[in-house]
């Protein structure tokens, strides 16, 4: 069992309390009422993981983590914190931070193509029938079959028009493609682009290797602006599991490793499963189970733990609980099902200590050198070494430019794909007709031949890359429907 790192201190109770490293994938809950200190704990945690080389992957839904990038200090509750917890030692310092955006507006652009996401996950933010999915995924499968690649948004609408102009043509080997059905994906597809969802589709694709880096020995801290993209929340957690996803898929295997690879915070996490239809429900359960394995910690963020199915929160050994209210007997079941989720203390009535809790305080409990959860404990969070205060959009500009990675990801890439090579069919067969009969069938066959090499030529370009897998789309994507 890995022990070559200590314990990452981020509260004090009776003691000292930290989670260990080596624990670290097996997953994690924080939660409690607003305003109770669940941001600051997130902090704690990642510049702790941060400052031994973890690279993290945390969301700033409210605007207020960008000051991470510089020290702190300058708030009196942070030096008050120091002196209640006695912390000597106490120094405040900036880390390695990396902002991206899904509308390239506050960090670098964050893509992928329509084809990584795939349909289940598209189907998800376009908020799709059954049926209308099932025909999504049918046109997915059209566009793989006939070689037309799909990497942005304006390739999937024109595979989406031509399957309702040659539904009739379609219908024998794919089966019926109903106007209705067509139309409606249309719809759902103007109204993602009137979003400035377009902008998330396209290349060059995101590498998730971007976000497995140090800079001097600490680990990146790689913070997406999700202010605006959370006014989406589909959109939101359908992005964030993608990425996940693809962490999975092309992160190789490394079982229990000393440290992890990389911690992955999902705030808002009850986003992820409102409303969720069934078979994605299974496929989040499968993919927190099995990308443990892979050296990644998903931490989940959320108000209550009846937010997430129990099946995911089986899952969670490292807990944080911070304060909840029992106002009404829904808050009251919450409470007494969050205190029943944690090793019991026979010293500690994690019940009534949860409505007692002030700002900053927690119950924790994290898993010990053999993987069992360890006794509940009442303990005060340590406070964060950043800057609370976000940067100016000066600051921040400063942070984006200077980054090792800044050019790789600015410029969009328009290279040919389904939207220019459907276009050219649709221009052939144009001019076809207004040719002589006597040449039209001699010409048509040049036309397809040249549309056809066109086609082998993008696929076999995009073949042997990660931006250009037709089939392949990560866990999530792929997976047939159950």
Do not use: C
């Not at 059209?142 to 037309?148: M, P, S, T």
């Not at 990644?296 to 209210?325: E, K, M, S, W």
């Not at 509940?376 to 950043?386: A, D, K, N, W």
């Not at 050219?424 to 069938?441: C, I, Q, Y």
């Amino acid at each position: 069992m890995p022990t070559q790192y200590e314990p990452l201190i981020m509260a004090r109770g009776a003691g000292p309390l930290g989670i260990r490293p080596g624990m670290a994938n097996r997953h994690g809950l924080i939660a409690g009422a607003t305003g109770t200190g669940k941001t600051v704990s997130l902090r704690v945690l990642a510049e702790q993981f941060s400052a031994i080389g973890v690279p993290v992957f945390m969301a700033d839904v409210k605007g207020d983590l960008s000051g991470m990038a510089l020290p702190g200090g300058e708030n009196k509750n942070v030096t008050g914190r120091a002196q209640e917890l006695g912390l000597k030692d106490f120094a405040p310092r900036g880390f390695p931070v990396v902002f991206w955006d899904v509308f390239s507006e506050q960090g670098h652009p964050v893509r992928t193509t329509v084809s990584e996401m795939g349909p289940l996950l598209l189907a998800r933010i376009l908020d799709l029938s059954d049926t209308q999915a099932d025909v999504l995924a049918l046109i997915f499968r059209i566009a793989d079959e006939q070689g037309l690649l799909l990497l942005d948004l304006k390739d999937l609408q024109s595979m989406v028009r031509y399957a309702g102009e040659h539904a009739k043509d379609l219908r024998t080997a794919y089966g019926n493609i109903s106007p209705a059905t067509v139309g409606a994906i249309q719809r759902s597809l103007i109204a993602l682009e009137d979003q400035g969802g377009a902008k998330f589709f396209g290349e060059p694709s995101l590498e998730p290797a971007a976000f497995l880096r140090d800079e001097g020995g600490k680990g990146v801290i790689n913070i997406l602006a999700a202010d605006r993209l959370l006014q989406s929340p589909k959109l939101y957690s359908t992005f964030l599991l993608w990425l996940l996803s693809e962490f999975y898929e092309q992160l190789p295997e490394v079982g229990d490793p000393e440290k992890p690879r990389l911690v992955f915070f999902f705030d808002e996490a009850h986003f992820l499963f409102a409303d969720a239809p069934k078979a994605l429900r299974e496929k989040v359960v499968l993919m927190v189970r099995l990308i443990r394995s892979k050296g990644v910690g998903v931490y989940f963020i959320t108000q209550n733990p009846l937010d997430l199915p129990d099946d995911v929160l089986g899952q969670l050994g490292n807990r944080v609980q911070h304060a909840l209210r029992a106002f009404t007997q829904k808050d009251q079941k919450a409470v007494k099902a969050a205190a029943e989720t944690m090793r019991q203390n026979p010293g500690l009535d994690a019940r009534t200590a949860i409505t007692e809790l002030r700002t900053g305080e927690a119950l924790i409990s994290f898993l010990d050198a053999k993987g069992i959860p360890g006794v509940t404990e009442r303990g005060l969070i340590y406070p964060p070494e950043s800057r609370l205060i976000p940067l100016t959009p000066r600051e921040r500009e400063s942070v984006i430019r200077s980054s090792q990675i800044y050019g790789k990801y600015e410029s969009l890439m328009d290279r040919t794909s389904a939207y220019e090579l459907l276009a050219e069919r649709a221009k052939t067969a144009v001019t076809e007709e207004r040719k002589p009969d006597s040449r039209a069938r001699q010409t048509t066959r040049k036309a397809g031949t040249d549309v056809i090499t066109k086609m082998a030529g993008s696929a076999a370009r995009a073949a042997g890359s990660q931006i250009g897998r037709e089939i392949i789309r990560g866990i999530l994507g792929s997976l047939a429907k159950k």
